[in-house]
């Protein structure tokens, strides 16, 4: 009664513990722990190496030498099986010089036990036959049914539910309650056999607490909490609850990690069901750490298993790997189709931007411009009325003298308009070269060489170019260029074709006049 409270109250205090790891973060958990297992690995050669270097100190005694070869032949027992071989080996040959029976009988068994490992059950029995169990030391009684219990746990999983496999299972189950008998009701072990009977009976209530109250109890990295761990996913397995399955499995691949045992099948076991669900990047990921832990232990039985899985869990991964590849392959054509947009879209904003800085710099021009002939245009009004009041003051000076016959002289002669038309037509010819200094040379040039406009000395533009000037200011209409100049609508013409017939290209010559003085 006080052992079941004591598991109830061990049970209670796990679940509040593990209650809190989903199993997204003990995944994530158990990839950060594979890959640091090189910083574990290191642990555990550092632990083998010291023991090497006792070895090879001052001379030992016999029991010494035997005692240090059988303990690295148990840390090489779960991590590298020919080593662990190696070893017991030298331990046998110890014993067989100390003379004691009872160190033979406990080096078979743990022969035995790396046999099994290395998936020579036949090896391992013929090497359990040679124990007498009779003569058997009680203290080795549990080691000699646990390792009873392994092999046919062993061959079990071999058989792969084969005819053999029940009277296996019959075996390992009667081994089990052998090994029970004689543990101390006290010890880690004796708990976790109890839970695997439990379980091997349906009594999976009172198995799961028991295997809770390892896992609060034990250390992570001891093969006790490992396998609480491991038999735990099963009984959630059987309940259908696969994220209890994937988080335990998860959790004892991670103390077999970290304890750098190479021996082991959950991470195997986790590797297929995260396929199942379609996680496969990792299930690829863990068949692979398994596979390598299993050639580097020399577990053969871990390999065929993994060997019947591994194709599979291969094959959808590079799957996978394609699905990937073409839609990396689909997002670069994507990405460059975008970028040439984008760069089509900026050599486009860069051309209507220098549009824009070429209408801006032409705005500017034609607001010099407008501002020029404004200012020209006030110049000559003030002029002509200045003139205006003069010819005003003539005209009545000369009615109150009674010089009207003067006065109808005046009026009559051509001169003065004459004048005044030479005056306007210098001052428009000023006012546009000083708007257009370059006219005359730029007009010359759109003309056959032979046929270039020469001006008389003293001439700043003569008729055929005052005619262009004015159309160059914007004023295409001949018959406004007519009256501004004061000719017939025909000599416009005249002139106009006269010029055009003189162009080096005809058909483009206003268009191109029209760019005179222009920035391009």
Do not use: W
């Amino acid at each position: 009664m006080r052992r079941l409270f004591f598991l109830i109250l061990m049970f209670c205090a796990s679940l509040s513990v593990l209650a809190v790891q989903g199993v997204d973060s003990v995944l994530a958990r158990l990839d950060k722990v594979i890959e640091q297992q090189n910083l574990y690995l290191n642990q555990k050669e550092t632990c083998i190496d010291s023991l090497k270097r006792l070895l090879q100190t001052s001379p030992l005694s016999l029991q010494h030498r035997f005692a240090l070869n059988k303990r690295l032949g148990k840390e090489y027992e779960l991590f590298v099986s020919d080593s662990a071989m190696k070893y017991y080996d030298r331990s046998m040959s110890l014993a067989d010089s100390l003379h004691n029976l009872s160190y033979k009988d406990e080096i078979r068994l743990c022969q035995a036990t790396v046999l099994s490992i290395s998936g020579m059950y036949k090896e391992a029995e013929e090497t359990l036959r040679k124990i007498h169990r009779a003569t058997l030391p009680d203290s080795l009684l549990p080691v000699y049914f646990n390792c009873e219990r392994r092999l046919n746990s062993y061959l079990v999983n071999y058989s792969q539910s084969g005819i053999y496999s029940t009277d296996y299972l019959l075996r390992q189950n009667l081994y089990r309650d052998s090994l029970l008998a004689v543990l101390p009701p006290d010890e880690p072990e004796y708990h976790l056999y109890e839970a695997e009977r439990l379980i091997a009976r349906q009594h999976n209530v009172q198995a799961k607490k028991i295997l809770m109250g390892l896992l609060h109890s034990q250390p992570e990295v001891s093969n006790t909490y490992a396998r609480a761990a491991y038999s735990l996913a099963h009984i959630y397995k059987e309940e259908g609850r696969s994220d209890e399955y994937e988080k335990y499995l998860a959790l004892s691949a991670i103390s077999d990690i970290k304890a750098s045992v190479k021996e082991n099948a959950a991470l195997q076991n986790l590797a297929f069901v995260l396929y199942e669900r379609g996680d496969i990047t990792r299930a690829y990921h863990y068949i692979k750490q398994s596979l390598e832990d299993a050639v580097f232990c020399n577990a053969r039985l871990r390999t065929i298993e993994i060997s019947g899985v591994l194709p599979v869990i291969d094959a959808a991964y590079k799957q996978r790997i394609e699905e990937q590849r073409r839609q990396l392959i689909l997002f670069l054509v994507i990405v460059s189709v975008l970028s040439a947009f984008l760069i089509l879209s900026v050599a486009l904003a860069c051309k209507q931007m220098k549009k824009l800085s070429l209408a801006r710099r032409n705005l500017k021009q034609a607001n010099h411009i407008k501002e020029e002939y404004i200012g020209h245009f006030l110049n000559l009004c003030s002029i002509y009325m200045e003139k205006l009041d003069n010819f005003r003051r003539t005209v009545n000076r000369k009615i109150t003298a009674g010089q009207t016959e003067e006065l109808l002289k005046l009026t009559k002669s051509s001169q003065v308009a004459g004048m005044e038309q030479k005056e306007f037509y210098a001052n428009f010819d000023n006012a546009f070269l000083q708007l257009y200094p370059d006219f005359v040379t730029e007009f010359n040039a759109l003309l056959q060489p032979e046929e270039q406009i020469v001006l008389k000395p003293g001439e700043l533009l003569n008729t055929e170019l005052r005619i262009f000037a004015i159309i160059r200011l914007g004023i295409d209409d001949s018959s406004k260029i007519a009256n501004f100049l004061h000719y017939s609508i025909n000599t416009i013409y005249t002139y106009r074709n006269k010029v055009r017939n003189k162009a080096v290209n005809r058909d483009k010559f206003e268009e191109e006049m029209m760019k005179i003085g222009s920035i391009d």
